[in-house]
């Protein structure tokens, strides 16, 4: 049972345009959420995250947008660069966000390749 | 800062052998886990240590056996590798609760 799911296997956009990347999740223990961007041969890094007592987060470009009722998350990327080209994993994790004992365990959804065209 | 190191970054075995994925962190992380990366299947938890001397499963533990002597270091064992461990494995590791996983490499098997 994929507890994580990000449907769109990929996304394609062109530069400057914004980028909008889904994920929803089935388990309403979920409380903390992540995303991971992935380079071809490299390890996933972290890009950014949110609680659930939050329903917005945003580090520069990358906004991570949380909808609990719908259990559903989404990245935007405004603008997309070339260099965002990359797989986008989301994560999620119960415990995290109310201080509990999740120690860092985390649920990852499929990916979604996306590709920024210049 | 070397971060995680896996080694190898690829092998190939044939049905029955084993071996061992090595992973060390230099960072004094508590958290450290492997994950297997399949087409579709996105990362998957395999094992998990919480410190020195403590160990759990993931999601697909399976086939694999796991230990943690030491905060850097944490081996994944194949016992007796079969082809639907042909994959690619990630070590992670991270402070207790935060979430922010900082992962190797990646070591690609091959199970003939």
């Known amino acids: 049972d994929q507890q994580v799911k990000q449907n769109s296997p990929s996304l394609s956009v062109q530069e400057g345009r914004i980028s909008i990347l889904n994920c929803d999740y089935t388990?309403?223990?979920?409380?903390?959420f992540l995303w991971y961007k992935k380079y071809p041969a490299e390890g996933p890094t972290f890009l950014i995250s949110i609680s659930s007592i939050k329903d917005k987060n945003e580090d520069g470009r990358f906004t991570v947008f949380l909808n609990k009722s719908a259990k559903h998350l989404s990245l935007h990327i405004v603008p997309s660069q070339p260099g965002d080209s990359a797989v986008y994993f989301c994560a999620a994790s119960a415990g995290l966000g109310g201080g509990g004992t999740s120690y860092g365990k985390l649920t990852f959804g499929q990916g979604t390749i996306l590709t920024v065209h210049p | 800062n070397a971060g995680v190191t896996q080694t190898p970054k690829f092998q190939v075995l044939k049905t029955g052998q084993s071996m061992t994925l090595q992973c060390a962190q230099d960072?004094?992380?508590?958290?450290m886990s492997w994950y297997r990366q399949d087409p579709g299947m996105g990362l998957r938890l395999i094992h998990y240590?919480?410190?020195?001397?403590?160990?759990d499963q993931g999601e697909v533990p399976n086939g694999y056996n796991v230990s943690r002597s030491t905060t850097e270091d944490f081996p994944l064992r194949l016992l007796s590798a079969a082809p639907s461990q042909t994959s690619v494995y990630f070590c992670?590791?991270?402070?207790?609760?935060?979430?922010?996983?900082?992962f190797g490499e990646g070591s690609r098997l091959t199970v003939l």
């Open positions: 992670a590791s991270s402070y207790l609760g935060t979430g922010e996983l900082f």
């Open positions: 388990n309403s223990m979920f409380d903390y």
């Open positions: 240590s919480v410190g020195a001397g403590i160990t």
């Open positions: 960072m004094n992380h508590e958290y």
